[in-house]
């Protein structure tokens, strides 16, 4: 039987180096630890040994008929409005029903009697996030955001392959940042080319070095501290943790039933899921991962279709949920509903810019104080200095083009929703502009000019 983590290892490296930009500026330096990666080499054989066993039942349980023909658009309905029926837009014929089931109940049966494991470094956490191409300078925001909450957890940024890096960011940058560049073509060779875009992040959840893992979107930072997280419920209690998208679950009545799950009411407990942040464990949630990379293998052809029918993000957003309870695992969605946050032009433009996750933590207490947001998904615009730091494309311009916030309307109001003096969009615009001056060759010189004038004019930070 093939072993796991007999991955032996190595020995903790200290490096100690100032990152002065990384903190509340009344700090001047931070000691940080390079990440206990085991042998490279050594995991990634593993990985590819069970990638190997692992593509095998993929391929062994194709389904056995023509995609899923659906172009329609299904018009999604809000968390504000009563619940609708459960909709019915995709159609089936009788013979791709029965074969979809028929596919899902074999490779169901080939989770159970598998003969190989994930492999993992024992009880290790770490971030996972998926980048690659114009995606890498999000993630290098990310990644500084996070060390900028003060947690020294590793990251791996996942890309395609060697050719979507940058050897500035993946050789020079992340290094310092206790983050390295893994290419999943390491693992998967020529079998990439069979993963869609969605399915890399399935992928890199599997391959990841860490037992538990917070996997994060390019565009997406905690706003505080997430360490804590891993130590508390709902994560200790249920090993899984997602949270919630804008609108009323979209899933086919087909679905279940090629699934085999039962079909849930629809009424006000259910929300759509949204996957900017996912938390898991590979040690409790072995069988749920692997049904939700079946779900995003075939996603493309078929399950996408069955989750969201047409609907706005049509992806891998839904496989997380549904692969938790049809491998019968335990799994929690917060409850807090995502916020956008953004503000209305001059002109009277309204332009949303972060969409607002909240802590699983204080909502899951019986007592609970106030739920406080602590995600920041910035899915609108991208975040890259060159582009949000020039008067030609940046958001930060008003209508009228004076500069402005984007997350509120003014001050007193985002100290008021983050609380305690706490202005997060600051700190992300700082962040930013300490990029574009201290990474001059990655970005265009004016962009650190504009970022400073910016930081100095709107939020009275000096440089």
């Given at each position: 039987?093939?072993?796991?983590?007999?991955?032996?290892?190595?020995?903790?490296?200290?490096?100690?180096?100032?990152?002065?930009?990384?903190?509340?500026?009344?700090?001047?330096?931070?000691?940080?630890?390079?990440?206990?990666?085991?042998?490279?080499?050594?995991?990634?054989?593993?990985?590819?040994?069970?990638?190997?066993?692992?593509?095998?039942?993929?391929?062994?349980?194709?389904?056995?008929?023509?995609?899923?023909?659906?172009?329609?658009?299904?018009?999604?309905?809000?968390?504000?409005?009563?619940?609708?029926?459960?909709?019915?837009?995709?159609?089936?014929?009788?013979?791709?029903?029965?074969?979809?089931?028929?596919?899902?109940?074999?490779?169901?049966?080939?989770?159970?009697?598998?003969?190989?494991?994930?492999?993992?470094?024992?009880?290790?956490?770490?971030?996972?996030?998926?980048?690659?191409?114009?995606?890498?300078?999000?993630?290098?925001?990310?990644?500084?955001?996070?060390?900028?909450?003060?947690?020294?957890?590793?990251?791996?940024?996942?890309?395609?392959?060697?050719?979507?890096?940058?050897?500035?960011?993946?050789?020079?940058?992340?290094?310092?940042?206790?983050?390295?560049?893994?290419?999943?073509?390491?693992?998967?060779?020529?079998?990439?080319?069979?993963?869609?875009?969605?399915?890399?992040?399935?992928?890199?959840?599997?391959?990841?070095?860490?037992?538990?893992?917070?996997?994060?979107?390019?565009?997406?930072?905690?706003?505080?501290?997430?360490?804590?997280?891993?130590?508390?419920?709902?994560?200790?209690?249920?090993g899984l943790v997602l949270w919630p998208d804008f609108w009323y679950p979209t899933e086919s009545p087909l679905f279940f039933d090629i699934a085999n799950i039962p079909m849930p009411p629809m009424d006000r407990s259910q929300v759509a899921s949204e996957a900017g942040?996912?938390?898991?464990?590979?040690?409790?949630?072995?069988?749920?991962?692997?049904?939700?990379?079946?779900?995003?293998?075939?996603?493309?052809?078929?399950?996408?279709?069955?989750?969201?029918?047409?609907?706005?993000?049509?992806?891998?957003?839904?496989?997380?949920?549904?692969?938790?309870?049809?491998?019968?695992?335990?799994?929690?969605?917060?409850?807090?509903?995502?916020?956008?946050?953004?503000?209305?032009t001059k002109d009277g433009e309204r332009r949303d810019s972060m969409m607002a996750q909240y802590n699983p933590m204080t909502e899951y207490k019986a007592d609970s104080e106030e739920v406080q947001p602590f995600f920041a998904h910035a899915h609108n615009p991208k975040?890259?200095?060159?582009?949000?730091?020039?008067?030609?494309?940046?958001?930060?311009?008003?209508?009228?083009?004076?500069?402005?916030?984007?997350?509120?309307?003014?001050?007193?109001?985002?100290?008021?929703?983050?609380?305690?003096?706490?202005?997060?969009?600051a700190w992300m615009w700082e962040e930013m502009r300490d990029m574009a001056c201290e990474y001059e060759k990655l970005f265009h010189r004016t962009a650190c000019v504009i970022g400073t004038r910016y930081l100095e004019e709107v939020f009275k930070v000096q440089s």
């Open positions: 039987m093939f072993q796991p983590w007999v991955a032996r290892a190595v020995g903790v490296t200290l490096t100690t180096f100032l990152l002065g930009s990384l903190l509340w500026r009344q700090h001047d330096s931070i000691l940080y630890n390079i990440a206990p990666w085991t042998d490279s080499q050594e995991l990634t054989e593993l990985h590819r040994e069970l990638w190997r066993h692992f593509y095998g039942d993929l391929i062994a349980s194709r389904p056995k008929c023509s995609k899923i023909s659906h172009n329609q658009t299904l018009n999604v309905v809000g968390l504000d409005d009563d619940p609708p029926p459960r909709p019915m837009k995709v159609l089936l014929e009788d013979e791709q029903h029965l074969a979809l089931k028929t596919a899902h109940h074999e490779f169901s049966e080939r989770v159970q009697n598998r003969t190989y494991e994930l492999a993992y470094v024992p009880r290790s956490r770490g971030i996972v996030i998926t980048a690659g191409g114009s995606y890498l300078i999000h993630a290098l925001v990310t990644v500084r955001m996070l060390r900028r909450t003060g947690t020294n957890l590793p990251v791996e940024v996942f890309l395609r392959d060697p050719a979507e890096g940058d050897i500035r960011i993946c050789d020079d940058i992340f290094p310092l940042l206790n983050a390295k560049c893994v290419p999943l073509s390491q693992t998967l060779g020529d079998d990439i080319d069979s993963i869609g875009k969605y399915g890399y992040k399935m992928i890199a959840m599997l391959v990841s070095s860490f037992e538990e893992f917070l996997y994060l979107d390019a565009d997406c930072f905690p706003l505080y501290n997430p360490d804590v997280l891993f130590t508390t419920p709902p994560f200790t209690t249920h942040a996912i938390m898991s464990s590979k040690r409790t949630h072995t069988d749920s991962l692997l049904i939700a990379a079946y779900y995003n293998f075939y996603g493309p052809d078929y399950y996408y279709k069955l989750h969201s029918q047409g609907a706005l993000g049509e992806g891998d957003k839904e496989t997380f949920r549904w692969s938790a309870v049809a491998s019968n695992s335990s799994w929690y969605q917060v409850k807090s509903r995502v916020k956008h946050l953004g503000f209305t975040l890259d200095p060159d582009w949000m730091f020039n008067e030609k494309t940046g958001t930060i311009f008003d209508s009228d083009g004076s500069m402005r916030r984007i997350w509120h309307e003014n001050a007193t109001q985002a100290m008021g929703y983050f609380g305690n003096g706490f202005d997060a969009e």
